[in-house]
Every structure is written in C-alpha cells, then in structure tokens.
C-alpha cells in the first residue's frame, strides 16, 4: 500500500508540475505568434490549469472509474469555494465586488443545475457532452464580449494585466516547446499515477472511489487554486479570487465533463446524487449571493467557511 500512496502523492505533483510547464510554455509560443494576452487568458490558460482535472477524469473514465473522475469534479468545486475563498479570507480581507461577477455566477449556478439533472440520468454520455462543449463555446465567446467591452470602456493598452498570474513565460521559443513537451508528457503520466494510486487507496480503506475522488484527489488538483489565492491575499490582491473561482467552477463541468463524456461515457455513482451534488449547488448558490450583495470577506467569514469544508469531508467519510 505504500506504493500507492507514493503514486497518488507523485501523479498529483505531476499534474500540477506538468499543467505549470504547460500553461508557460503555451503562453510564450502564442505571445511569439502574437495572440492577444484577452485571448490567451480565456483558452490557453483556462485550459492549462484545468488540465489536471481534465487528464485525471479522461483516465479514470477510460479505466471505468466514472466515480472517480465524477468526483474529482464535483469535489473540486466545493473544494473551491470553502477553501480557495476561504482559507485567503484568514490572512486578509477579500471582496466580492467584481464587475460582471453577479452575471457570470448566475450562469455557473445555470450550469450546475444542468450538471445535476444530467447525473440524475445515471450515465453522463455523448450527447450531454456535446452540451456542454456547446455551453463552453458560449461562456468562451460572451467573456471574450464582455472583456473586450470593458477594455473599450477602460481603454486599456494592447498588453493589459490579464496574464498577471502566469510567472516565468520563458523567451526562448525552443525553450517555449521544451515546456510544452514536458506538459504533455508529464500530464498523461500523471493522471495514469493517481488514478493507480487513488483506486488502490479506496480498496484498502473500504469506501468508494467516488469517496477518494470527492476529498484526496479534488483538494489534490485544487492546490494550484488554493496557492494561488494565498498569495494573492498576501500580495494584498484578492480582489480577483471571487472571478478565478466562479471561472474555475464553470470550466470544471463544462470542459473537464464535456470533453471527458465525449470520449467516454461515465457512469454516475449513486452516493454522489445523495449529497455531494448538493452541496456543490449549495457553493454555487452562495458565490452568487457574495457576488450580489458585494460581501467582504474577513477572517471569521474565512474560518466558517474552512470549517465548513472540514466539516463536509468527515461526512463523506462517514457516508462513504
């Protein structure tokens, strides 16, 4: 069993190492080409960081772990919302006064809800798949409007602050590639890693893959968001970790389920639909109400939600 451990701890550094160098590399042969960073920053890296995700479903899904990358999902996005926003709110004080973000969380709570009534099908296939790419396109193509209209509004300069996030772009455009091959490597072997060691895990502890999918593996792929934020509300920049979660959220279902489900079918464990479902349109609702009402979040709002995700993982536990 110690091997197993070894390969869901070293699958998921994987992920996240191999999703860095691919969002670097990536972001420096289309900065090369001359891509817009607008347009860099709504594919390349929406793609990019959810690409441990995307890697970990698609093998589990293959393996016929449909649990597993079902959980992955819904797991990371209550992950999201109770940690990621969460834990920042500890160090310092985070708002909740984006613009456009009210809109764009009533969509993802609109997505969620269509997520749901496609689990309660028992097999998410092609045709919801197809769906939900097509809802993608249409986030893709209203954010690329809006950002595009409020750069207008702003008049913002051709390179604005919207690749801000991404440290390291190299310059070399063969060490650009270089990068790039690493990701591509790296990510496949990654999610081949922990999906050996996270079902490994789940026989040997006696509860689902469902269970392991919903805790280990989403905090798992959820570190680079939860990093991320931290050092934003270090920086003292948390203004911006409302949108990267609701952004999060809706690029989990609808590309990591809709390009999974294209290529796979996966089939919904029962346990899911009982409770973790909910709690996800739970989150879901909340973000909107942050978004809506503008709330600050302080120390105290952090450590209930913190809690609050403690609090959810014992019962998934105990149900599992």
């Known amino acids: 069993?110690?091997?197993?451990?070894?390969?869901?701890?070293?699958?998921?550094?994987?992920?996240?190492?191999?999703?860095?160098?691919?969002?670097?590399?990536?972001?420096?042969?289309?900065?090369?080409?001359?891509?817009?960073?607008?347009?860099?920053?709504?594919?390349?890296?929406?793609?990019?960081?959810?690409?441990?995700?995307?890697?970990?479903?698609l093998e589990a899904g293959l393996a016929g772990s449909g649990g597993l990358a079902l959980g992955n999902v819904v797991g990371s996005n209550i992950a999201n919302v109770l940690l990621v926003l969460g834990v920042p709110a500890l160090i310092a004080a985070t708002p909740c006064g984006e613009k456009g973000a009210t809109r764009t969380a009533m969509f993802m709570v609109a997505v969620s809800v269509v997520f749901i009534a496609m689990c309660f099908q028992g097999v998410i296939g092609l045709t919801s798949g197809i769906i939900l790419l097509v809802l993608l396109i249409f986030f893709l193509v209203d954010s690329a409007r809006s950002a595009m209209r409020h750069r207008k509004d702003m008049k913002a300069a051709a390179n604005d602050c919207t690749l801000e996030e991404v440290d390291g772009v190299p310059a070399s455009t063969a060490l650009a590639i270089g990068y790039i091959v690493i990701g591509l490597v790296g990510l496949p072997l990654g999610g081949h890693l922990t999906i050996q060691g996270a079902t490994a895990i789940a026989r040997d502890w006696g509860v689902s893959e469902a269970t392991i999918g919903l805790?280990?593996?989403?905090?798992?792929?959820?570190?680079?968001?939860?990093?991320?934020?931290?050092?934003?509300?270090?920086?003292?920049?948390?203004?911006v970790a409302l949108g990267n979660v609701i952004g999060s959220n809706i690029f989990n279902i609808l590309a990591i389920i809709g390009i999974t489900t294209v290529v796979v079918p996966l089939r919904v464990p029962p346990e899911i639909l009982y409770m973790d479902v909910w709690v996800m349109l739970g989150c879901s609702l909340l973000l909107l109400g942050l978004a809506n009402y503008r709330i600050c979040l302080r120390k105290t709002t952090g450590a209930v939600l913190s809690l609050g995700y403690v609090g959810y993982v014992i019962a998934v536990y105990a149900l599992g």
């Open 215 to 239: 805790t280990v593996v989403a905090l798992g792929t959820s570190l680079p968001e939860l990093a991320t934020t931290v050092m934003a509300a270090v920086r003292k920049h948390g203004g």
């Open 1 to 57: 069993m110690l091997i197993a451990y070894f390969s869901l701890a070293g699958g998921l550094l994987a992920l996240i190492f191999a999703g860095d160098m691919l969002v670097r590399g990536s972001v420096g042969i289309a900065q090369k080409l001359g891509i817009p960073n607008l347009v860099i920053g709504l594919t390349i890296v929406a793609f990019g960081t959810s690409a441990p995700e995307l890697f970990i479903s």
